[in-house]
């Protein structure tokens, strides 16, 4: 089973052909975690969602929407505070700009569950929930306690610089997590942001692999084995909303496959093994990219447009 812990919220977004800021919002339900559980879960992934959602109309569609997609919810917590809201901007290239509503929200409110279930190999978490308080001790918590219990911990910071109010204090806070970590699926971007300009540098820094995300030019793997490269696919896009996500959620897949949610396995992967997954993470996001919002493909749409072999 994997543990995916963080926010979930609903991302107002432009309706299609419109990028008016004035014109009709649809609510489209995201988060980067919530996007991470919900991808895995239409890959046929086991997966649980760690998180504290309204009791609000928003939050108990989002709810239902886990369950429909095969997501254990036992572990998400409820209460009466609103949902966290995301407005969305597109530029003409499809790319996404947001304006966060998280004051006083349900997810920003979650308290540490204690040690997780029996069952969890590995533990991904990322985006808001790493920054806002309360929430974010809590989750730093379980990333500790969990890397210390010999679980795989998976990281995408997924970088919201408006919302980080001390930009020095969170890149230390980062780096102090990053010996717990196995593996970090990071932007060129925010790698940029948070000071790691070399890859290599996230491996000095403790972390057992790390997946650099490079928008349409592809993905970057980085290992004691080595570096690997994989282009971008080739795609139409409507908007990039949860393609980050979407690629977090299929390594992991991937990852599952292969038998290495485990961070001494993970170590053992040799370049081909990290090209496979890098491809099906390309291929995942491609599908992300060519529809409206954060809709992750099944394991069925990535099967049918580009067959890979499956793992020995």
């Not at 597109?90 to 929200?105: C, D, I, Q, V």
């Not at 679980?151 to 109010?165: A, G, K, Q, V, W």
């Not at 001390?166 to 948070?194: C, H, I, N, T």
């Not at 993905?219 to 795609?235: R, S, Y």
């Amino acid at each position: 089973m994997i543990v995916v812990g963080g926010e979930a919220l609903v991302d107002l977004v432009p309706s299609p052909g419109t990028r008016d800021p004035s014109g009709p919002l649809l609510p489209r339900w995201g988060g980067g975690p919530y996007n991470v559980a919900v991808a895995l879960g239409r890959l046929g992934v086991p997966v649980r969602f760690l998180s504290r959602l309204s009791t609000d109309p928003f939050g108990t569609a989002m709810l239902d929407r886990l369950r429909r997609t095969g997501v254990d919810i036992s572990l998400v917590q409820r209460g009466p505070e609103p949902t966290t809201l995301a407005v969305v901007g597109l530029e003409p290239s499809g790319s996404a700009r947001y304006g966060f509503y998280t004051n006083g929200t349900a997810d920003r409110l979650i308290t540490d569950p204690g040690p997780l279930p029996a069952d969890t190999a590995a533990v991904a978490l990322g985006t808001l929930s790493l920054v806002l308080e309360p929430g974010a001790s809590a989750y730093e918590a379980v990333l500790l306690r969990e890397s210390e219990a010999g679980r795989l911990i998976s990281l995408d910071p997924n970088i919201r610089p408006d919302l980080i109010t001390d930009p020095d204090g969170y890149r230390r806070r980062f780096r102090s997590w990053l010996p717990s970590v196995g593996v970090v699926k990071v932007s060129d971007e925010d790698a940029a942001w948070l000071g790691m300009h070399h890859p290599d540098e996230w491996l000095r820094a403790g972390v057992g692999a790390v997946v650099i995300t490079r928008g349409g030019d592809g993905l970057t793997a980085v290992t004691a084995a080595g570096q690997v490269d994989v282009p971008g696919v080739p795609t139409v896009v409507a908007d990039t909303i949860g393609a980050g996500d979407t690629a977090h959620a299929a390594l992991l897949a991937r990852l599952y496959a292969h038998g290495a949610l485990d961070r001494n396995r993970l170590s053992d992967l040799d370049l081909q093994v990290w090209r496979d997954v890098l491809s099906f993470a390309a291929l995942a996001a491609s599908h992300t990219c060519a529809r409206p919002g954060a809709e992750p493909p099944t394991a069925a749409e990535l099967n049918a447009s580009a067959p890979l072999k499956a793992p020995s």
